[in-house]
């Protein structure tokens, strides 16, 4: 390895990225962490972890550090960094080579927020931190050159926010960032469970039922799966089959939330780069944009055609990596914000 590693991380709601220049995405894992409440120590951390959501004695608790896009848990999170990167270089290295890091996060964040993902990362083990607001990361990592005065929009529906934003000459010009993304889908798939069906599921089941035969756009061949919960009623174990226009009716609430954060930011678009984006369309990216028919909603509801980016899942910590090899610009553009952050 050389000298002093540059690495870019997507720190998700749901999942956590990372890139290391040179090498490409290296580690893919879910934020989750699992903790000993009596003694305080990390049991698991990531996918080991994620498969004790929902299963642990009462001793146990499965936590995820991040809510909505944002660190909820501080020192959690910071832990959980510190492990990741450890994985990735090895504890040894990064006693010797402390890291350059860019992590990436929501456009709507408060300075606090900033702060606390920047202190981190720091805390972690970085030699240096930039951040990158996330519909820059994903338009760098949709392949989209924002250098240039042309209009791009980029929706961006990750594990807790949507990012939707309109980027012009490298910058954000009108933007919003909503908590409604693949946890509220999850949420709710797991209300309408226990109002149609009287039957509770866990987060799982609910993720699961949103990848498999989640809609939220008529399909031609209606598609089901079953799955198991607990009677409400009977308090046994159930068997339920549950079809696709089901989930399409559970998701309608917050889809319409995201097609209204998308026109309100067309709203606000000025009328040049309106005219560039109904050209060149929208650009869709996160593991939300994956749900049957995302696209073809918002092509109907706005006019405008919608392209789901090529490694939708990876375009953020994609875009967070290239940009990692822009750092010169970067550096000179963040010298006056480090400034406001140093303070």
Do not use: W
Request: glycine share 10%; aromatic share 4%.
């Amino acid at each position: 390895m050389g000298l002093g590693l540059d690495i870019g991380i997507d720190l998700g709601t749901a999942t956590v990225l990372i890139y290391v220049k040179g090498r490409g995405i290296v580690l893919q894992e879910p934020s989750v962490v699992a903790i000993d409440k009596d003694t305080n120590k990390f049991l698991a951390i990531g996918e080991e972890a994620r498969r004790m959501l929902g299963r642990t004695p009462g001793n146990i608790v499965a936590i995820r550090p991040l809510r909505d896009g944002v660190i909820s848990d501080y020192e959690i999170t910071e832990r959980m960094l510190r492990y990741f990167i450890n994985k990735i270089c090895g504890s040894h290295y990064l006693k010797l080579f402390r890291p350059r890091i860019m992590v990436c996060v929501p456009s709507g964040v408060t300075e606090v927020e900033r702060r606390a993902v920047f202190d981190a990362a720091i805390q972690a083990g970085a030699r240096k931190t930039y951040l990158i607001e996330e519909p820059i990361a994903a338009a760098i990592g949709a392949g989209i050159d924002i250098s240039k005065a042309c209009g791009s929009m980029v929706v961006d529906v990750g594990g807790g926010t949507t990012d939707i934003a309109v980027i012009s000459l490298g910058g954000i010009v009108v933007s919003t960032s909503i908590k409604v993304a693949g946890d509220k889908f999850d949420e709710h798939i797991v209300r309408y469970m226990r109002k149609k069906h009287n039957v509770m599921i866990g987060e799982r089941t609910a993720e699961e039922l949103k990848i498999n035969i989640g809609t939220v756009y008529p399909r031609v061949q209606e598609v089901s799966m079953d799955i198991r919960g607990r009677n409400l009623v009977s308090g046994l174990p159930k068997t339920i089959t549950v079809t696709s226009s089901e989930i399409m009716e559970a998701l309608e609430e917050p889809i319409s939330s995201v097609v209204e954060a998308v026109h309100s930011v067309l709203e606000r678009t000025p009328p040049e780069l309106a005219a560039d984006i109904s050209d060149r369309g929208i650009v869709m990216t996160g593991g939300g944009s994956l749900i049957y028919g995302l696209d073809k909603l918002l092509q109907e509801k706005t006019g405008i055609n919608v392209i789901i980016a090529d490694d939708a899942i990876s375009c953020v910590a994609l875009g967070t990596g290239k940009a990692l090899d822009n750092l010169e610009v970067i550096e000179q553009s963040a010298m006056a914000e480090k400034r406001v952050i140093r303070r």
